[in-house]
């Protein structure tokens, strides 16, 4: 696989993480699709309300149950956690590098 494919395979996989995370959302805290995807650069609790502190310990333990990960302390200190592009890609490196 040359780097391109490589390349191309990363985003890919980045996206169908990211697919998941918004299927969770939406079907487990009745967040919109389309209220994610336009902000998925925004915050997805705390600024914008839309989860709670429970909400958010729900949303890890279901991650981390589909994806058989485990979020560290520096995960949680990573403001890119509580960003659906980070948190896809966070769960990307963990996933790959297992």
Same mark, same amino acid.
């Given at each position: 696989?040359?780097?391109c494919?490589?390349?191309?395979?990363?985003?890919?996989?980045?996206?169908?993480?990211?697919?998941?995370?918004?299927?969770?959302?939406?079907?487990?805290?009745?967040l919109?699709? !389309?209220?994610?995807l336009?902000? %998925?650069?925004?915050?997805?609790?705390g600024? @914008?309300?839309? *989860?709670?502190?429970? /909400?958010?310990?729900?949303?890890?333990?279901?991650? !981390?149950?589909?994806?058989?990960? %485990?979020?560290?302390?520096e995960?949680?200190d @990573?403001?890119? *956690?509580?960003?659906? /592009?980070g948190?896809?890609?966070?769960?990307?490196?963990?996933?790959?590098?297992?």
């Amino acid at each position: 696989m040359n780097t391109c494919d490589k390349v191309m395979a990363s985003c890919e996989k980045n996206n169908e993480i990211k697919q998941n995370i918004v299927s969770i959302l939406h079907a487990r805290f009745g967040l919109t699709k !389309e209220q994610l995807l336009l902000n %998925s650069a925004g915050h997805f609790w705390g600024v @914008n309300g839309w *989860l709670n502190a429970r /909400d958010m310990v729900y949303l890890v333990w279901i991650l !981390e149950s589909e994806y058989n990960i %485990s979020f560290t302390k520096e995960d949680f200190d @990573n403001p890119s *956690l509580f960003v659906l /592009d980070g948190l896809s890609q966070i769960i990307k490196q963990k996933i790959t590098s297992a």
